[in-house]
């Protein structure tokens, strides 16, 4: 079944068409063109059941769209992109509610499948996938971790950026004894972790790291609630992620010494 024309006929075809409305009548065609021009100088077909020129008629048409309908899609325009970053705050907020959730579903999921297929099967293919992922594209996982180092959230920058001015000697000296005595088996791991958490990012002060294994750490949640975010922060092992700069600096001048840690 051949869809409706709605539009004249193409131009082509402007030569068999009748050349006025009773013959257009007559022949049953819903257009005509007449030998002359129309008032506006438009030589273009007529329709047959109201003998106006197509040209006429789209520019009537545009000029009512543009006196009663665009001022109307302009104000939804504007309207749409004042309440976008609304929108987006939104969107991020909902996702990191969910995102505890997914974390759970994608883990069982994971552990279903190594208990199919063996966990020794399960890792190598896992490691085989991140392989060929990063081979696909290296230099674009590159820029990733170049980023992650100059934002200061990852390596020896991010410990020296997160290390507080205010920190004693005796301080700087424990923190490098709580690595040189860790267990075997044990990484050093921060408590309140340096970039896992959505309010606030840790420091790096004694009082602030630990000892875990791997699966421990795996282990840790990746939430936590406005009112431990700002225990955190009272005891000087964490600081608001709002304050950290784009460089991943941080303003200290807000962050002095926290009562708690006042000899």
């Not at 131009?11 to 021009?37: F, M, Q």
């Not at 552990?111 to 674009?140: I, L």
């Amino acid at each position: 079944m051949s869809k409706k024309r709605h539009g004249p006929p193409p131009r082509e075809e402007w030569d068999s068409l009748p050349r006025t409305a009773a013959e257009a009548r007559e022949v049953g065609s819903p257009w005509y063109k007449p030998d002359r021009l129309c008032k506006n100088g438009h030589d273009c077909v007529y329709r047959t059941g109201n003998q106006t020129c197509y040209a006429c008629s789209q520019g009537h048409a545009g000029k009512w769209y543009d006196a009663n309908m665009r001022p109307d899609v302009e104000a939804r325009r504007a309207k749409r992109e004042a309440e976008r970053p609304a929108r987006e705050a939104a969107r991020k907020a909902k996702r990191e509610a969910e995102r505890p959730a997914r974390l759970a579903a994608l883990k069982l999921k994971r552990k279903e499948r190594m208990g199919e297929e063996g966990t020794d099967d399960y890792r190598a293919e896992e490691a085989r996938q991140v392989r060929e992922k990063y081979w696909a594209d290296p230099e674009r996982q590159r820029e990733r971790v170049r980023k992650r180092h100059r934002s200061g959230r990852s390596g020896y920058r991010s410990e020296r950026l997160r290390t507080p001015p205010w920190l004693t000697a005796d301080e700087l000296f424990e923190i490098e004894r709580i690595y040189e005595d860790r267990p075997d088996g044990y990484e050093v791991d921060h408590i309140v972790d340096r970039d896992r958490l959505p309010l606030v990012a840790g420091l790096h002060v004694p009082w602030n790291l630990q000892y875990l294994t791997k699966v421990q750490d795996r282990k840790k949640p990746r939430t936590c609630t406005m009112g431990q975010a700002a225990e955190y922060v009272r005891l000087g092992m964490a600081v608001w992620k709002e304050d950290i700069g784009p460089d991943g600096t941080i303003d200290w001048d807000k962050y002095p010494r926290p009562a708690a840690r006042v000899a």
